[in-house]
């Protein structure tokens, strides 16, 4: 993914999968881009992964990773953790300014909200609300509850944010990552796409299908065979 002429970063745009009918039984999706799933960002990457979050207005964060596995960093710490004053980073020449406004902890996710500004552009902020789950090691799975919780604070933000947009297709794309970026964060997409399947009442859900779509816009999406079991 090109965050402008001249950058790159290890993500990519992930569509919206639509509801089969209740006589179809193919996949199909539509030019809505409604993820970006990403790798967490390092220490050289902390830049470009907030210019993008304010170049495609993206209004949510879902990150599903802790920042050590087995004493090693798998994710560095991206955010500022005082309220109310800034951090600077730097993406292709440009300043990127991150404030953290607010921040509520629950049993089993954080949930942040940012201000985020750009230094050619500093009279235009853009909000993100961040969602890290913390329940989810490497190479392994959640238990159901906890992730329900996650799903469900998911939607409910999401639907929130509806209620006071105008226009669906405005809202930018939700940002995913976990370390690579595949795993958790594919688990998690499809957690997400089953859900709303089963909630239009369809008749025919196809998780090995819906993971293949899924792998058709990022390789090696959904990693371990147990979380297709989760």
């Known amino acids: 993914l090109f965050t402008n002429l001249t950058g790159y970063i290890n993500a990519n745009f992930i ?28 220490n050289q990457t902390i830049g470009d992964f907030w210019h993008m979050v304010y170049m495609f207005k993206c209004p949510f964060i879902v990150m599903l990773t802790g920042l050590q596995y087995n004493g090693q ?30 921040t509520n902890q629950s049993d089993c996710f954080i949930k942040r909200i940012f201000s985020i500004s750009m230094s050619n552009n500093s009279n235009e902020s853009h909000n993100v609300t961040q ?43 939700t940002v995913v990552h976990c370390s690579a970026g595949v795993g958790r964060t594919g688990t998690f997409i499809s957690a997400l796409i089953v859900r709303r399947h089963l909630r239009s009442g369809c008749q025919w859900i196809s998780l ?17 065979t147990v979380s297709f079991c989760s």
């Not at 090995?208 to 371990?224: A, F, G, T, Y």
Request: proline share 6%; hydrophobic share 35%.
């Open 73 to 102: 960093t798998i994710c560095d710490l991206y955010w500022p953790e005082k309220l109310n004053i800034p951090e600077h980073y730097k993406s292709n020449g440009f300043e990127i300014s991150v404030t953290l406004l607010e």
């Open 131 to 173: 969602i890290h789950f913390t329940e989810w090691e490497n190479f392994s799975v959640p238990t159901i509850t906890d992730m329900d919780k996650l799903v469900k604070e998911y939607e409910q933000n999401y639907q929130s944010l509806v209620n006071h947009q105008s226009i669906t297709a405005s809202i930018g794309p």
């Open 208 to 224: 090995p299908s819906i993971v293949l779509m899924l792998r058709l816009w990022r390789h090696c999406m959904v990693e371990l």
């Open 15 to 42: 569509r919206s999968i639509e509801v089969p009918s209740s006589d179809d039984t193919l996949l199909r999706a539509n030019n809505h881009c409604e993820f970006i799933a990403t790798q967490g960002p390092l």
